[in-house]
């Protein structure tokens, strides 16, 4: 009986090349059109006539985008910091062998199987002043319980924060907690010998030893934080007014609802230009380490 011949080399290039000409027309080709649409005289539908920067002078001129940097500046701020904190806080727990790590670990990082519309679906419910925690203490005998951020324009955006931090955080400590096994047992035996209580083992050894997830963790909440479209619509559209308006929001508002699509593709493409700044330095660093 013959054995099968081995296949050349061009067969796995052969089976992938579909994808990988779809992923090229639909995703960078996409981004491409896009670019060219923020430079060219486009209003309720794509006009190709070429208008240079007129839609990123009105984009810097709109005190509206302005608003949605400063919403994203604290938004991200408050989630990439908070997310990471709980996140490690998490980490550690779980890394004293604790019991039942396995269903802990499970339900920390249920939110994260979660669409960031559900999130949003379940947080506005929860937030809702008429039905959510304020009406249950209310009915439990707190009369005075006021629990309405998710309608003041002030406190809004922390809804926003509260929200992302609860759905992000299972997963920030998945990635803390590999980082805490993936460390030699040796170096924290050693330093427990040389007398060090377990808090100074994590503060002065183990969470150092952490910098790289820190950075990879870094760079996907900021990915996220900036991309942030569909927790925001389904847990406050924007709104009150324009107090939860992220770039995103922006963006979509522009292109799809007010009928400028240059001046939305002008803000996608600076949303795009801002991730760019955040994961081109990274992959670069990842590439010479390797070599």
């Known amino acids: 009986m013959t054995s ?26 996409l981004m491409a059109w896009n670019g060219y649409l923020s430079f060219s005289a486009s209003r309720l539908l794509p006009n190709y006539e070429w208008a240079g920067l007129q839609h990123y002078e009105a984009l810097w001129a709109s005190e509206r985008w302005w608003l949605a940097l400063r919403n994203l500046a604290v938004f991200g701020g408050l989630f990439i910091g908070g997310a990471m904190a709980l996140g490690l806080l998490m980490a550690v727990l779980l890394d004293q062998k604790v019991r039942a790590e ?8 249920y939110p994260m199987a979660l669409s960031f519309i559900v999130t949003g679906t379940a947080w506005k419910w929860i937030l809702n ?5 304020e009406k249950l203490l209310i009915d439990a005998g707190f009369t005075h319980a006021k629990l309405d951020w998710l309608i003041d324009p002030d406190r809004a955006i922390y809804c926003v924060v509260i929200a992302a931090i ?25 330093a427990q010998v040389d ?6 083992v994590y503060w002065r050894i183990l ?17 996220l934080a900036i991309k942030s479209f569909d927790l925001v619509m389904a847990l406050t559209a924007g709104g009150p007014g324009y107090a939860t308006d992220l770039p995103a929001t922006f963006m979509y ?4 609802t007010r ?22 330095p990274y992959l670069y660093s990842e590439l010479r380490t390797r070599r």
């Open 102 to 109: 396995g269903a802990l670990r499970t339900i920390y990082l």
């Open 207 to 223: 969470i150092p030893s952490l910098r790289p997830v820190f950075f990879s963790t870094l760079m996907i909440t900021a990915h």
């Open 259 to 280: 009928g400028q699509i240059g001046l939305g593709a002008a803000s996608a493409t600076m949303m795009l230009a801002t991730i760019a700044a955040l994961v081109v």
């Open 195 to 200: 007398g060090a209580s377990l808090p100074r």
């Open 129 to 133: 002043p008429g039905q959510g925690l």
């Open 4 to 29: 099968p011949r081995p296949s050349g080399p061009w067969l796995p290039k052969l089976v992938i090349a579909p994808s990988f000409v779809l992923a090229m027309a639909f995703i960078y080709g």
């Open 166 to 190: 609860w759905q992000s955080s299972g997963f920030v400590m998945a990635l803390f907690l590999a980082g805490l096994r993936g460390i030699d047992d040796s170096i924290v035996k050693a």
């Open 253 to 256: 508002t522009m292109a799809f």
